[in-house]
């Protein structure tokens, strides 16, 4: 069977892998001239670790820093104890990946549709459903990250300053390692995310080391249906594999495992999506509820992802019942 993966990115590296490791002959279509590791890095530190270790990787060699949750709301910071959070080194990680897989690569060309005969599927691994066609109800997002060295880091865990402007998401500070963090911010208006990420650096006397922008879609699994069309399949946030915060690699990644066991099943590889990422769609409800002033409403949905979330960073009862409230006041 012949594969063809459109995005090299995060999610299309990983499924070229998987797949070709499976035997399928997979080429890969990248419209950059070399996959690119765009945006945030965080993800569960224990499934990070078991992610690697099933692309036969060692995860202690892209694993930066751990650390706990400051979280700013207004004047306020809170500072909540985590143990499952980590950045990790995502370009090396997938240039790793690509350098042991079997598929074929493309860099410097775009996926063109008149060269659909030649394959047996097709999978949109764009993030923005290029392949797929973008649908009615679509929010994107610009997000601007400057990777950046700081000689007094403001801080050693992962920040976040939330926004409740609702064209405007967070700013994030992410460390990759004692003096060097990335800062970022997710806003409808790519001018203004710059100049957040701008003004925290020079408040902070940092050095800018790279910058970074690209257009990221928020919405659920559940807005992001059809996951298929004929003999064109998503993956990763094609799909909607993400939270309302922006957070796709642990997710993406849950897409794609699901996919190469249902490659050959369409509808039911939906169904296990929806199920397993299910808690998603009550994760962008309770932002949008948070943001909206709604308290009950988002101590509903809050609730209803509150064991999601204790599982995925290790979070105690109580540490996690006092996010909640914090969030709520």
């Given at each position: 069977?012949?594969?063809?993966?459109?995005?090299?990115?995060?999610?299309?590296?990983?499924?070229?892998?998987?797949?070709?490791?499976?035997?399928?002959?997979?080429?890969?279509?990248?419209?950059?001239?070399?996959?690119?590791?765009?945006?945030?890095?965080?993800?569960?530190?224990?499934?990070?670790?078991?992610?690697?270790?099933?692309?036969?990787?060692?995860?202690?060699?892209?694993?930066?820093?751990?650390?706990?949750?400051?979280?700013?709301?207004?004047?306020?910071?809170?500072?909540?104890?985590?143990?499952?959070?980590?950045?990790?080194?995502?370009?090396?990680?997938?240039?790793?990946?690509?350098?042991?897989?079997?598929?074929?690569?493309?860099?410097?060309?775009?996926?063109?549709?008149?060269?659909?005969?030649?394959?047996?599927?097709?999978?949109?691994?764009?993030?923005?459903?290029?392949?797929?066609?973008?649908?009615?109800?679509?929010?994107?997002?610009?997000?601007?990250?400057?990777?950046?060295?700081?000689?007094?880091?403001?801080?050693?865990?992962?920040?976040?300053?939330?926004?409740?402007?609702?064209?405007?998401?967070?700013?994030?500070?992410?460390?990759?390692?004692?003096?060097?963090?990335?800062?970022?911010?997710?806003?409808?208006?790519?001018?203004?995310?710059?100049?957040?990420?701008?003004?925290?650096?020079?408040?902070?006397?940092?050095?800018?080391?790279?910058?970074?922008?690209?257009?990221?879609?928020?919405?659920?699994?559940?807005?992001?249906?059809?996951?298929?069309?004929?003999?064109?399949?998503?993956?990763?946030?094609?799909?909607?594999?993400?939270?309302?915060?922006?957070?796709?690699?642990?997710?993406?990644?849950?897409?794609?495992?699901?996919?190469?066991?249902?490659?050959?099943?369409?509808?039911?590889?939906?169904?296990?999506?929806?199920?397993?990422?299910?808690?998603?769609?009550?994760?962008?409800?309770?932002?949008?509820?948070?943001?909206?002033?709604?308290?009950?409403r988002t101590l509903y949905h809050m609730l209803r992802?509150?064991?999601?979330?204790?599982?995925?960073?290790?979070?105690?009862?109580?540490?996690?019942?006092?996010?909640?409230?914090?969030?709520?006041?």
């Amino acid at each position: 069977m012949r594969v063809a993966v459109a995005g090299c990115g995060w999610s299309g590296s990983l499924l070229a892998y998987k797949l070709s490791q499976q035997g399928y002959a997979v080429e890969v279509y990248e419209r950059n001239k070399k996959p690119t590791a765009v945006c945030a890095c965080g993800i569960p530190a224990s499934f990070f670790i078991e992610l690697a270790k099933s692309c036969s990787l060692n995860p202690e060699d892209y694993i930066c820093q751990k650390g706990d949750l400051v979280i700013a709301l207004g004047k306020k910071r809170f500072h909540l104890k985590a143990g499952n959070l980590c950045t990790f080194n995502k370009q090396k990680f997938m240039e790793d990946l690509i350098n042991q897989t079997l598929a074929t690569f493309h860099f410097g060309r775009k996926f063109a549709l008149d060269k659909a005969e030649e394959y047996n599927l097709i999978i949109d691994a764009t993030g923005t459903r290029e392949l797929l066609g973008r649908l009615p109800q679509d929010q994107f997002f610009v997000t601007y990250q400057v990777k950046a060295k700081f000689a007094n880091p403001p801080y050693h865990d992962f920040y976040f300053q939330l926004s409740q402007n609702p064209d405007e998401r967070y700013l994030w500070y992410f460390p990759l390692s004692e003096k060097e963090a990335y800062v970022g911010f997710g806003s409808k208006n790519g001018q203004s995310a710059r100049q957040h990420v701008e003004s925290f650096l020079k408040h902070h006397k940092a050095q800018p080391l790279q910058r970074q922008a690209k257009i990221l879609r928020l919405n659920p699994p559940q807005e992001s249906l059809p996951f298929s069309i004929g003999k064109i399949l998503g993956v990763g946030n094609s799909i909607g594999a993400i939270t309302s915060m922006g957070e796709g690699n642990a997710p993406s990644a849950m897409t794609v495992q699901i996919l190469t066991e249902n490659l050959y099943n369409p509808q039911r590889y939906t169904m296990q999506v929806l199920k397993k990422l299910g808690w998603l769609k009550h994760d962008h409800a309770a932002y949008k509820a948070w943001n909206r002033k709604q308290k009950m409403r988002t101590l509903y949905h809050m609730l209803r992802i509150l064991k999601t979330y204790r599982e995925r960073f290790k979070l105690t009862l109580p540490v996690a019942m006092l996010w909640w409230l914090l969030v709520l006041l």
